[in-house]
């Protein structure tokens, strides 16, 4: 496993386009902690980015040896959004990342997702959502009906159990990885826990928040090798600096096997 991360903590609040430091910046720093890969947000790459910048990017990352670890578009919705899509699978061969997220919100979209995971296929790019609320991927039985209705091998999840814990799904965790399966594609990770009515960010290790070890034990099971790519927002009364040195902390040796 591989751990990157998500350039999501410099978002500017309240800002789609706006990030506190640059791609350049970005992916020097998480190198310098010890990540692996960096992914960006769409106001950093995007299906309208020009192709020069987008190799740009990865002779950066060639030069820190940084992987990529999936391209993240916006939700299917029609026509335009599956161009824009296109485009994102076409910039993921010139970074060299294997995956493409977009989200399906509504079962409308599911013809599109299959026409994109075509498209992506003849690229070599598995097309794989984040199991999220608000999508027809928010749980495990609608993940593994999407994946018949789908019906392409090119089409997994990028697998995150905060979202599950959140929904208090019935299934979570390592329960969750193992009926998946293969179908994981690649792995995100945050951390949040009830207080009251609310779920609230909070650093990994807390008792009340995701068992990392059970997730780690579980995708150690089923043998994926992938990208597991850290996503936390900015968390109150955190520095980035802290957060980022706590999951390095707490998930290195997971990843490795150890308890």
């Not at 310098?32 to 992914?39: A, R, V």
């Not at 769409?42 to 670890?69: C, H, K, W, Y």
């Amino acid at each position: 496993m591989r751990l990157c991360l998500s350039s999501r903590m410099f978002a500017t609040p309240g800002e789609n386009d706006l990030f506190d430091l640059g791609v350049e910046e970005f992916v020097r720093w998480a190198r310098s902690l010890g990540y692996e890969g960096i992914t960006l947000r769409p106001g950093q790459l995007n299906g309208q980015t020009p192709v020069d910048r987008v190799r740009e990017i990865a002779d950066l990352l060639e030069e820190n040896g940084m992987a990529f670890s999936f391209v993240m578009g916006a939700p299917l919705g029609g026509e335009k959004s599956y161009t824009d899509l296109c485009r994102l699978a076409d910039h993921a061969v010139l970074l060299g990342c294997r995956y493409l997220q977009t989200s399906i919100p509504s079962p409308a979209q599911i013809p599109w997702a299959r026409k994109l995971c075509d498209y992506a296929a003849d690229r070599g790019i598995g097309v794989c959502p984040q199991i999220h609320g608000g999508t027809v991927h928010d749980t495990l039985p609608h993940c593994l009906d999407l994946l018949g209705q789908v019906g392409r091998e090119n089409f997994g999840f990028n697998f995150e159990t905060a979202q599950l814990l959140a929904q208090r799904a019935e299934i979570q965790g390592g329960q969750a990885v193992r009926a998946l399966g293969d179908r994981i594609f690649t792995v995100c990770v945050q951390n949040y826990k009830l207080e009251g009515a609310s779920f609230v960010p909070c650093l990994p290790g807390d008792p009340g928040g995701v068992d990392f070890e059970d997730l780690f034990a579980a995708l150690r099971e089923i043998g994926f090798q992938g990208f597991v790519t850290h996503i936390s927002a900015r968390f109150p009364g955190f520095e980035n600096l802290e957060v980022c040195r706590a999951y390095l902390r707490k998930l290195r040796p997971l990843m490795d096997g150890a308890k």
